[in-house]
């Protein structure tokens, strides 16, 4: 028997401080939609003074030109770190993981919940970080100035590494504390342990997989899902160490001077750029893989046809993950590196594309002859396609050093990575939230909330991220507080474009009002979910709804693979992994 | 399509000893990114050449064989536990984990060396009321050398502090409750990695010209 024998842990233990891979996992999803909102408040503060510059923004006032600096570098920070990782890794990596391999519970259960709380720790930082230092009376200690870290998210040196607060005497006494609490330090702090939490998620997550998939389930019977959380698993362990290390001696450039990075005192700014993107570009794929995995196999279950080509998508994300660790330099075309180097990145980024192509068709080719289901799922499945394909083809253009060169840090970009990395957060985590849903709550959600949400996002999503292509082609250059007659004459005329976009974007968030309000009626008065809503094949969909500690009554046996739908001969359209 | 229950192995290495080689895989990487970045130093500056020649190459070699003969232990400690001989196992990770200290004691030893010369790891840091200090003229490029040489070392020897908590804490668990016995080979695994990484930056810190 796999139920574990009852002992009432409390509510600290059963809710807080709890082992169980289920809680960990509602954890992350909570802290990491709670963050969502954090993040869209940032892109609404900013856009609004982008469309109404020096206006009094509702719900924040007049927004200054280093505050402006801040939004943009947290708005970054936030969304990618404090939202898509912990809603599409580790969230669903808790879920899914243990319940698709028909096992109670993750291979180190403490380690689990020591990692979100490291992760909570960071946000923590994170927040803290929006009241650090900004300036302070070298002579008196006094705090003149209050304000997150404006230096961008990528926190390039030189600007970054300034130790331009060490002052006169350096460490005196009274003066340490002020310094040492900058924006910039409580950042850095904040994704170190970031890192640290994910690391500690990432062994887990691939031990549970290795050692404890149900009997009879071979590599290949995983879901596409399993396979890509772990890839993207992979891909972060392998690419962060370079960043801690260098995030390390960004922090000694920034608190003991050390000159790592600056060019005064011998070091090398585009050094840091490269530990920099080294894990910069794999965390691409860390968001990208678990939504592939997500889509793949809500597209096989709602089109009631066995995925085209499992082994085919399986091998295309092994090499894209091998092909994300030698990509990196093609976002530094334009920082002095060698151009023979920026041939060899622009063709292997150019290569990264045709996994990720092969992936996509397989998709469409699954979608081929089926007789598709528009749940909402579904929809947020199919939406995710059609949106990130976008912002994959978008990719070519920029991955060749010659359009790059003209297109670097324009508004193209911005238009580029958010469509990418929205819609496999948005797209592919709603799309995720919706399907697993009914598993993990045991309700159902609301179906016509649903699709009007979903369509108004979609509407919403396009007419914000769309015309920013327009503005970013014709030259824009982003982190700009205000285009204005001197600083920017061309780019003046595209004032009623960003107006509009800031209008949709407004309507975007808006929207997801909608998505909370059916979250907070479904958990409380929505529909009771069966054991197997979608009648789908793998394992999750065996136990309970919701599956209680220990998640299955007993370990089940696998029989098949995980997409064996519309089986002729056979009476159901579907057969569950450990039917036999 | 059959219906017969597959046989699947599953791998046969325990969880323990898996993840701790992804640690230690992860952590090949951190210092990966931190050799890389010295190398990459020492290659822009041609003429910091013979700067290697301030530090003393007797002790960091002495440091080095301490560390592979405390790898020697550990691993000796790994084999006692695999024997069940806890006594054995204790003795031999009180030796490594001695051995250990005599290493950091050496490397407290050759830093205080250092920093009484006002070679730290930046200038104007512990070095009260001044804003720069005068560098000896050997090291040409204001601080990096010597902020490369104490941010590696000390970034090995908190692993080197971590790696002989590690033991020390497996080895008492293991003797008061007799079970467990694999902690001992996780920690010894862990040392090992650490002697390791020292094995590489020894003749990069201390030899390259």
């Known amino acids: ?580 | 399509m059959s219906s017969e229950a597959r046989v699947v192995r599953l791998s046969n290495v325990p969880k323990g000893r898996m993840a701790m080689w992804l640690l230690i895989c992860g952590e090949i990487v951190i210092f990966s990114g931190g050799l890389a970045s010295y190398l990459i130093y020492r290659v822009r500056f041609p003429e910091l050449g013979n700067v290697t020649d301030i530090l003393n190459i007797w002790l960091g070699g002495i440091n080095s064989i301490i560390l592979l003969v405390s790898s020697f232990t550990a691993v000796s400690a790994h084999a006692a536990a695999n024997r069940k001989d806890a006594g054995k196992m204790a003795m031999y990770t009180w030796l490594t984990v001695l051995l250990g200290l005599v290493f950091v004691g050496i490397k407290a030893f050759e830093w205080s060396g250092k920093l009484g010369h006002g070679l730290t790891i930046s200038p104007g840091i512990f070095t009260q009321g001044a804003e720069t200090v005068d560098w000896p003229d050997i090291l040409g490029h204001g601080v990096s050398y010597f902020s490369y040489y104490f941010f590696l070392t000390g970034l090995h020897l908190l692993h080197v502090v971590v790696g002989a908590i590690a033991l020390t804490i497996s080895m008492l668990r293991v003797k008061s409750s007799g079970k467990n016995w694999q902690w001992v080979e996780m920690s010894a695994l862990y040392w090992c990695f650490v002697d390791i990484v020292w094995i590489f930056l020894f003749p990069l810190l201390y030899i390259v010209r």
Not at chain 1, 79 to 103: C, D, K, S
Request: net charge negative; with cysteine.
């Open chain 1, 1 to 580: 028997m796999a139920d574990h024998g009852h002992h009432d842990p409390g509510f600290l233990g059963k809710y807080v401080f709890s082992n169980d891979h289920k809680v960990v996992g509602m954890q992350y999803l909570v802290t990491g939609l709670l963050m969502a909102i954090v993040g869209g408040y940032f892109a609404y503060v900013f856009r609004m003074q982008l469309a109404w510059p020096g206006m009094n923004i509702p719900l924040y006032g007049q927004l200054d030109q280093s505050a402006y600096n801040g939004f943009i570098t947290m708005h970054g920070l936030t969304m990618i770190f404090w939202v898509a990782m912990p809603v599409l890794l580790a969230a669903f990596g808790n879920f899914l993981i243990p319940m698709m391999i028909g096992t109670d519970d993750m291979a180190f259960p403490t380690l689990n919940m020591l990692s979100y709380w490291v992760f909570f720790l960071s946000t923590v930082f994170l927040i803290a970080s929006l009241f650090g230092v900004n300036e302070f009376d070298r002579k008196t200690g006094e705090i003149l100035s209050r304000g997150p870290y404006g230096g961008g998210w990528t926190m390039y040196p030189p600007l970054s590494a300034q130790a331009d607060m060490l002052g006169v005497g350096g460490y005196g006494a009274g003066k340490l504390i002020p310094h040492l609490l900058s924006g910039g330090n409580l950042l850095i702090t904040a994704v170190a342990l970031e890192f640290i939490s994910f690391s500690m998620g990432g062994i887990n997550f691939l031990v549970t997989t290795i050692n404890m998939r149900a009997d009879g389930m071979g590599i290949m019977d995983l879901p596409i899902c399993i396979w890509m959380l772990d890839l993207a698993c992979v891909d972060f362990m392998f690419s962060v160490g370079p960043l801690i290390a260098g995030a390390v001696m960004l922090l000694f450039d920034r608190t003991l001077g050390t000159g790592f990075y600056d060019p005064n005192r011998g070091g090398d700014p585009v050094l840091f750029q490269h530990l920099f993107w080294f894990f910069g570009h794999p965390e691409v794929y860390v968001i990208l893989l678990p939504a592939i995995g997500f889509v793949s196999d809500i597209t096989a279950t709602f089109a009631r046809k066995p995925v085209f080509g499992y082994k085919l998508i399986v091998y295309s994300g092994i090499i894209a993950s091998g092909l994300s660790f030698v990509v990196w330099a093609h976002h530094q075309f334009i920082a002095g590196i060698d151009p023979r180097m920026a041939s060899f990145f622009s063709l292997t980024t150019i290569a990264i594309s045709i996994p990720f192509a092969v992936i996509v068709f397989a998709m469409i080719a699954t979608l081929y002859k089926s007789s598709i289901e528009f749940t909402v799922p579904m929809l947020w499945a199919l939406g995710w396609m059609c949106t990130f394909l976008v912002g994959g083809v978008t990719g070519i253009y920029l991955g060749s050093a010659g359009f790059d060169i003209y297109g670097h840090d324009s508004y193209f970009v911005i238009a580029h990575f958010h469509y990418t990395l929205v819609p496999s957060t948005l797209f592919a985590g709603m799309a995720a939230i919706h399907y697993w849903f009914p598993k993990f709550i045991g309700k159902m959600f609301n179906d016509t909330i649903g699709k009007l949400h979903f369509w108004l996002t979609l509407v919403f999503f396009n007419l914000t991220f769309f015309p920013i292509f327009f503005y970013g082609m014709a030259g824009q250059h982003r982190r700009i507080y205000q285009y204005t007659i001197d600083n920017h004459p061309s780019m003046v005329q595209y004032q009623p474009i960003r107006q509009f976009v800031t209008y949709m974007l407004i309507g975007l968030i808006a929207t997801q009002a909608l998505f909370f309000l059916n979250m907070i009626m479904s958990v409380f008065g929505g529909e009771k979910a069966s054991k197997n809503p979608w009648k789908a094949n793998t394992l999750e969909w065996v136990a309970d709804s919701p599956p209680g500690h220990g998640n299955f009554h007993t370990y089940p046996k696998v029989y098949r693979g995980p997409y064996e739908f519309s089986v002729p001969g056979r009476d159901s359209d579907y057969w569950p992994q450990n039917e036999q």
